[in-house]
Every structure is written in C-alpha cells, then in structure tokens.
C-alpha cells in the first residue's frame, strides 16, 4: 500500500508540475503551451492536442455479515490515462490509452468523418447507453457511476456508429464487435458482438431550466464465452458484493445472449440538479432466462451557485466550471450530492443491493477537483445472512 501510494503521489507531483511549468505562449507555427502543447492550424482547421486524467484514489470500507467483518483499507491509481485529440483534414480524431498495472488498455480511440447532417464514428467506443455511461467520468457527481452500468456490462467495443442532432435531441446508434485486452500482450478481440442504440430529448432547455429524457437499447451476443453479471458497491477498491455467473460450465447455465433496456431522466435548475435511471436486462441461454433489475436515483447542489453543464450535441453532462477558482482568487465551487442505488438479482437467488452515496465535491480550478464519498448499503440474500457495507472513500482529480 504504501509503495503504491507513493508510485500515486510522485506521478500527480510529476504531470502536475508540467502543466503548472509550462509556459503560456503561442509561437507563430501554430504551437500553445497553455499547460499541455497543443498546435493548430486555423487556414485548414487541423489541430492536435493531448489530453490525459489522473485519478488517486484511497478508501476504508467494511462488509459486515453475521458478526464477521471484511475491511478493504488501500489506495490506487485508479486512472493514468494519456492520449492526443485533434482534426485533420476534416476527419476529428481521438486515441486514449490507460496506462497502469503494466498494462496498456484502448479507451477511446475511433475517427469521427462529418457527413450532411450525421457522423459516423469508427473505432474502439462505447456502446450508446445510458446518461451516466456516456457521460465521462471527469464530470460525474460521485467517484463510481450508478451500480447498473458495472451489473450489465456496459462497455466500449470495435465498432462503427451513426449519430445525429438537433437543438433539442439526439440519435445514436452502431453495431459493435468484440473487445480487446492488453494490447502489449496481443491486438486480438473476443468473438462477442453487439447493436445499440440511443435517443434523447429536451422538453424543456432555458437559461435557467433544463429537462432531459431518453431511451436506450442493447442486443449483445456473448459468442462463446458467456458472461457474468456483478457489481461493487459504488466502491472500486472492494471486491464484488454480489456477483452471478453465466459462463461455459455454470450451474446457472451458460449466457448466449441478452436484451437491455434503460430509461433516463435528468433536471438542472439552477444550482440543484437530479437524475435517474433505471435499467432492464434479460439473457438468453440459462433455463430460467432470467431478466435483473437496477435503478438508481442522484440528488445534487452547488452551494457556490454553479449550475450543472450539459452537451446538447451529445445528449451528456459536460464540465462544471467554478465561477472563481482559486487561481482568481477565489474559492472554486463546491457540490453536495446524495444517490440512492437499488440492483435485484433474486430471481438467481443472488439478492437484492440497496446502496446509499452521500457526496462533496470541490472544483478549485477547472480542471482539478477533490471529491469524497460515503458509502452505507446492505446486500440481502434470500436464506442467508445481510451483508452490510460502509466507509469513506476520496479522490483527488486532475485532467488536461
């Protein structure tokens, strides 16, 4: 724990000291050192930038069942990610890499070619679902996203995707192949395959009002290698609370494929803003062809005056920025945020999750942010003792 807490703290020291070390300059080939070199092009439109996050992250949190009691107290580097993003010749383009545990893992890395009126998306992307998947994790209110994006698997695949939009919508949808592993080990992908699909729209959109709704749509096929459902706790340095497995050689039965479905639901008014959704999924292949439940709930307030931002374009929460940082002087912005998480699993006898997450966040510059959680929940299975969980956990958060 220690060695890695220091591996933590040496790599933000490191970057953040490059970004605070560059100078604010553009020379007359086109190349910005404001924090990260960036070059651009403004007769042709080509540019090139990198872009990268770092999130350190440490908890201590406690399973209770049946008087015996599991503690995770650790720290990791939950994100070391590096890339570039840019344009060129019309085609904008982006390649970004995690680069921890001696691993190198594709997150976003697909060509976005603008045709009259839509794009097509072609590369390692994720799948169109859900409000809380496709916004990134730089903006979300808690450091885990809503228990039903981890549960059903949603993912980034190889694919292609249409998108279009309006002032007050959005259509997205692709057909995806299978997922690659570390990519210093081989480029091969899996035999699973996925179509997905996702719409959104704004009722209302005023300067101080904003409603969101929308839909989404998965068929996966798993190809030979099934799969399981599991989550954490809204915690990532725990083990998976409750997991059930659809592999070859399952007593459940092996998963050939499934259905999901999500709805979405979002409110920003001023410095308050809520969300939910709730998800459905079904797999084909066990006996029972069983189908899970999840939904969750997010409750948050900018104590500071902030308003929540939100991408029109994509139908997706964007990046908060406080109205005075503390480079101008000023505190920075500074949220409240509650979640209540709720999974059923019963019908594989795996129980049901009830999760609670109350949260502070603290935006002192646009990019940089600290954010603590609290987790209390209880996992209740059918014959078996509750398993209760609970403990703090923090991040500090830094993106270029």
Excluded: C
């Excluded at 040496?10 to 070390?21: E, N």
């Amino acid at each position: 724990m220690t060695k890695r807490l220091f591996a933590s703290t040496v790599l933000a020291a490191l970057v953040s000291s490059t970004a605070l070390g560059s100078a604010q300059a553009q020379d007359a080939a086109g190349w910005d050192f404001d924090g990260v070199p960036a070059w651009s092009d403004p007769h042709s439109g080509d540019s090139f930038t990198f872009r990268g996050r770092i999130y350190l992250d440490a908890a201590n949190i406690e399973f209770e069942q049946a008087g015996a009691t599991t503690r995770y107290d650790d720290s990791e580097i939950r994100t070391a990610r590096l890339g570039v993003t840019g344009r060129l010749h019309n085609v904008n383009y982006v390649a970004e890499f995690d680069l921890i545990d001696e691993a190198v893992v594709a997150n976003d890395v697909y060509l976005t070619f603008h045709g009259e009126g839509f794009d097509v998306l072609l590369g390692h992307m994720k799948t169109p679902n859900s409000l809380e998947e496709q916004t990134s994790s730089r903006y979300i209110s808690f450091m885990e996203r809503g228990a039903a994006t981890d549960l059903f698997g949603l993912d980034r695949r190889v694919g292609v995707a249409l998108a279009h939009h309006g002032e007050a919508y959005t259509v997205k949808a692709g057909i995806y192949g299978g997922r690659p592993g570390d990519l210093s080990d081989s480029l091969e992908l899996d035999d699973s395959s996925a179509v997905a699909a996702r719409v959104t729209y704004l009722p209302v959109h005023s300067d101080t009002l904003l409603v969101h709704l929308g839909a989404s749509l998965r068929q996966m096929d798993y190809g030979n290698a099934g799969t399981r459902v599991g989550v954490r706790p809204n915690a990532h340095l725990t083990d998976r609370i409750v997991s059930a497995d659809f592999r070859s050689g399952s007593v459940l039965g092996e998963a050939g494929s499934s259905t999901l479905i999500g709805l979405e639901a979002a409110l920003v008014a001023g410095p308050f803003h809520a969300h939910g959704e709730y998800m459905m999924m079904s797999l084909d292949g066990p006996a029972s062809s069983p189908r899970f439940d999840s939904a969750f709930v997010n409750l948050g307030y900018f104590l500071t005056g902030e308003s929540r931002s939100y991408s029109t374009s994509s139908g997706t929460f964007s990046r908060t920025r406080p109205a005075t940082p503390l480079s101008e002087g000023g505190f920075g912005a500074l949220e409240l945020a509650a979640r209540y998480d709720y999974s059923d699993l019963n019908e594989v006898s795996a129980g049901e999750l009830t999760t609670w997450t109350l949260g502070m966040n603290w935006y002192a510059e646009d990019h940089f942010r600290v954010m603590a959680n609290y987790v209390s929940g209880e996992l209740s299975v059918p014959g078996a003792a509750a398993t209760d969980v609970s403990g703090p956990q923090i991040r500090v958060q830094w993106d270029f």
